[in-house]
C-alpha cells in the first residue's frame, strides 16, 4: 500500500504548484529547440491505438502572434507570451495505424501481427462515428497538452491554455487541414510578478465516490 508520505516527489510537486499563468514578461524569448522538446515531451502522452493524431502550431512570430491575438479574443497572452501553440487534434482515423504502429513493429516491441487486431477494433470504433472521431481528436490534444503544461512549469515557465478564439477564424488563417480540430490554445513563456498560486480546488470528498 502507497502511504501519503511517498505521495511526494518533484513532480508530485510540480502539478501541485501549476497555476495558469495570466503575466509574462514579453521581452523573454524561449528558443526554437525548446519549443520543439515541448512538442516532444506532449507527444510522450496516451492516444487511442497509439494513433497519435495531433499536431502543433507554434506562434512565436510578431507577424503570427498579430495574426492570431484579435481571433482569440484580443488576450493579452497572446503576443506577451513567448509562444502560443496552436493544439489541433486530428478526426481518429484507422486507417493511418499500419504506419503509425510500424516504428513499435520495427523496435521489437510489437509482433507485426498484432497490427491488424488493433486497426480491425479502431476501424469498428471510429469509422462510422463521426462524433467518437471528433471526440477522440479533442481527448488526444487535451493529453498532449497537459503533458506541455507540466513540463513548461518544471522549467519555471508559465503556461495559460485557453479555449476563447474563433475555431472557424483559427482554422482558416493557420491553414488546418479539414480532419483537424483547434482543441486549445497553449501560451507558454517566462512569467512577469503578479500570477496568482495555484487556487483552492473543490475537496475530494465532494468529487471522489469509492465503490
Avoid at 61 to 73: C, F, H, Q, T, V
Avoid at 151 to 164: D, H, V, Y
Avoid at 190 to 210: C, E, F, S
Wanted: with cysteine; hydrophobic share 45%; net charge neutral.
Amino acid at each position: 500500500m502507497i502511504s501519503e508520505i511517498a505521495l511526494t516527489n518533484a513532480v508530485i510537486e510540480c502539478i501541485l504548484s501549476r497555476s495558469a499563468a495570466k503575466y509574462y514578461d514579453p521581452a523573454a524569448t524561449i528558443s526554437d529547440d525548446l519549443i520543439r522538446e515541448l512538442v516532444r515531451i506532449g507527444t510522450t502522452a496516451p492516444t487511442s491505438f497509439h494513433l497519435q493524431n495531433w499536431r502543433f502550431i507554434a506562434v512565436r512570430s510578431p507577424e503570427a502572434k498579430a495574426r492570431l491575438r484579435p481571433i482569440a479574443w484580443n488576450q493579452p497572452a497572446i503576443t506577451e507570451a513567448a509562444v502560443t501553440f496552436i493544439v489541433c487534434g486530428q478526426l481518429a482515423d484507422s486507417s493511418v495505424l499500419p504506419a503509425r504502429l510500424a516504428p513499435l513493429v520495427e523496435a521489437g516491441i510489437m509482433p507485426a501481427k498484432m497490427v491488424p487486431e488493433w486497426e480491425i477494433p479502431a476501424r469498428d470504433l471510429y469509422m462510422e462515428y463521426p462524433q467518437r472521431q471528433r471526440d477522440e481528436a479533442v481527448r488526444t490534444g487535451t493529453f498532449g497538452a497537459a503533458a506541455m503544461i507540466y513540463a513548461a512549469r518544471s522549467l519555471g515557465l508559465g503556461s495559460t491554455p485557453m479555449i476563447g478564439f474563433d475555431a472557424e477564424a483559427v482554422h482558416r488563417e493557420f491553414g488546418l487541414a479539414g480532419d483537424e480540430v483547434p482543441v486549445m490554445l497553449l501560451s507558454v513563456g517566462a512569467m512577469r510578478p503578479g500570477n496568482w498560486p495555484q487556487k483552492p480546488r473543490r475537496p475530494v470528498a465532494d468529487v471522489l465516490d469509492l465503490v
